[in-house]
């Protein structure tokens, strides 16, 4: 069992900035990857960024060049940058662990990006 536990979410003008965390039970280095997801009112869960346990690291189209997902092993942390905010990044961004067995979620973390 995996718990993970967001923060860092809150409301914040267009073209601002914030950093959310993701606080994971277990050992992050042995989990397969880690990566965070958006869904926004009336709309999918999307993958937007992700990383494996390689380090490798993958972002959705729309947050290339604005956003940074990393990871801290020493803390069972990671993290994701968002800078360059947009009123469509406005979503409940979730936290995901992989293992080898299932995936688990978090209970999600608001951003809300005013124009």
């Known amino acids: 069992q995996v718990h993970l536990v967001e923060s860092g979410g809150g409301l914040v003008q267009a073209g601002g900035s914030l950093t959310l965390s993701c606080a994971a039970s277990?050992?992050?280095?042995?989990?397969?990857?880690m990566g965070w997801y958006r869904q926004a009112p009336g709309k999918q869960r999307e993958l937007v960024a992700h990383?494996?346990?390689?380090?490798?690291?993958t972002y959705v189209d729309s947050v290339k060049g604005r956003f940074t997902i990393s990871r801290d092993n020493a803390k069972n942390t990671v993290y994701l940058q968002l800078t360059s905010l947009r009123p469509e990044d406005t979503a409940l961004y979730y936290c995901?662990?992989?293992?080898?067995?299932?995936?688990?979620w978090g209970q999600g973390t608001q951003v809300t990006v005013s124009s």
């Open positions: 990383v494996t346990s390689g380090g490798r690291t």
């Open positions: 277990a050992i992050i280095s042995s989990l397969n990857a």
């Open positions: 995901n662990a992989e293992t080898s067995v299932r995936a688990y």
